[in-house]
């Protein structure tokens, strides 16, 4: 299927590597935030999720990130596999039911 | 269970024509949002669903766009006169309620092309 987003920036992992994909929020007042994982010609995947009364969050091979003193959220992949290339982006809350998201990172991982 | 389903996948068309996009969301969940892609933009918030509330149409971004939900649960997104800049992929999304902290669950999107 087609790719969405052909001019994000791009992260090359080696597989078995780890990455860590960061994305940088606007709204201070946000309380929660979501990373999502896109593949080509698919809809958003939802990963994790974190509550802005945490700073860390941990899934399975995943950890989410939260830095609210400098507005930034980072998504940590244990052990990259191939499997794992795709679009990620982040979304923020801002209301009760609004959210803004993110463009994204294509994450490529290398054999 | 089943996730979120959207028709057609693919849609080709020439300007001018109506089209209508589908959006069945998951059993169960009250609120429902359309979305719309464009290549290397994130997500553009278009109409959000709840219950029987008033829908929030604040994203449409013209009075050709319109949508509507019956019964709650079936949605259709309506886009009269198209025009090229309609081509995009339009995502579709369901959530349990409308408190906050929910995640969106989408569908894989209707890709619109406008000849």
């Known amino acids: 299927g087609e790719s969405v987003g052909l001019h994000l920036p791009t992260l090359s992992v080696q597989e078995g590597d780890n990455s860590i994909i960061n994305c940088a929020y606007s709204?201070?007042?946000?309380?929660?935030f979501i990373w999502y994982k896109q593949e080509s010609g698919k809809g958003p995947q939802f990963i994790i999720d974190?509550?802005?009364?945490?700073d860390k969050r941990q899934g399975q091979r995943v950890t989410v990130l939260l830095n609210k003193t400098v507005k930034h959220l980072s998504l940590q992949i244990a052990a990259t596999q191939p499997g794992d290339s795709a679009v990620y982006f982040c979304?923020?809350?801002?209301?009760?039911?609004?959210?803004?998201f993110g463009t994204g990172t294509r994450l490529k991982v290398l054999a | 269970g089943a996730g979120v389903s959207q028709s057609p996948s693919n849609k080709v068309t020439e300007k001018g024509k109506d089209v209508e996009l589908r959006c069945d969301p998951i059993?169960?969940?009250?609120?429902l949002y359309w979305y719309r892609q464009s290549l290397g933009q994130g997500l553009e918030f278009l109409i959000y669903?709840?219950?029987?509330?008033?829908?929030?149409k604040s994203g449409l971004p013209s009075d050709r766009f319109s949508a509507e939900r019956t019964g709650g649960s079936v949605s259709t997104l309506t886009i009269q006169r198209t025009q090229q800049e309609d081509s995009a992929v339009y995502l579709c999304?369901?959530?349990?309620?409308?408190?906050?902290?929910?995640?969106?669950?989408f569908g894989d999107g209707t890709r619109l092309s406008i000849l």
């Open positions: 999304a369901s959530s349990r309620d409308r408190t906050s902290n929910q995640p969106q669950h």
């Open positions: 059993s169960g969940h009250t609120a």
């Open positions: 669903f709840q219950g029987n509330s008033a829908p929030d």
């Open positions: 709204n201070s007042a946000s309380d929660y």
């Open positions: 979304a923020e809350n801002i209301g009760t039911y609004k959210y803004i």
């Open positions: 974190i509550r802005s009364n945490m």
